[in-house]
């Protein structure tokens, strides 16, 4: 394991032109470890993380395993309780709806601004991305290439106010993303299938200066990323309804337990 501070690259494994690799610290990988472990179910919903005894077994300082939980705190994978400490966050129908939601509404109101703006170059940039985006071998590289090409999609340049609030809902939703995004990288076929044809038809849209078309391919896609978490949180909640519809008609799910 590398030295607190010490940063190495990332194997650049399905690179593309012009693409890059993100530097990977100490602290990221201390985040990458508990982020597994939470999404494979060795630390349950509810489950407090003894920062002591987890900074002995993985032979790390308690600072970067600090910084680490409040990087996953970020991400929706854990929150820090008072007088408790960090736990594993609860997973909640509700918030894949509301999130989903944010995202509609934040990203096509992003889009409309900065359609204008967009240059032949910038279009380029993004197709050259989006076809890259899958398949991909580790999750990493993953989350490079799509902030980048969100920044581009959504005018991080142009409207840096509004991109920031897009990355912290997206951040904040990460736990419920990453088990699509994991999926694609383990099942290419499936990939090929629901992932690989969305951004770039989103990129030959924008193109054809076409919004309306845009907003209802995002809408689309909205709704297929709750309905698709939807039947997984189900089955290891056993209490959220399979009821599921249009994204401005999504009922909240009547869930037995208050959040906690």
Sequence with gaps: ??????????????????????????????????????????????EHLQQAALAKKMGVSSIPLREAIRMLEAEGFVEIVPFKGAQVKHLYAEEIVERAKIAFALETYAVELTLPALTDEDLDRAEELANGLYPVSDINTW???????????????????????IVRNRMAARRYTEILVRRTIQDPKWAKQWASGYFPHFVELLRERDLDAVKALHRSRMEEYVDLLLPWLEAGAGRVPRRRGALGHLRKPKSSRGRK
């Design 1 to 46: 394991m590398s030295k607190p501070g010490e940063t190495r690259r990332v194997n650049r494994k399905g690179g593309m032109k012009g693409d890059w690799a993100p530097s990977v610290t100490l602290v990221d990988k201390i985040a990458d470890e508990l982020r597994e472990r939470i999404i494979d179910g060795m630390f349950l919903a509810g």
């Design 143 to 165: 989350y490079a290439r799509s902030s980048e090409l969100l920044g581009i999609l959504f005018g991080a340049k142009h409207w840096p106010i509004l991109f920031n609030m």
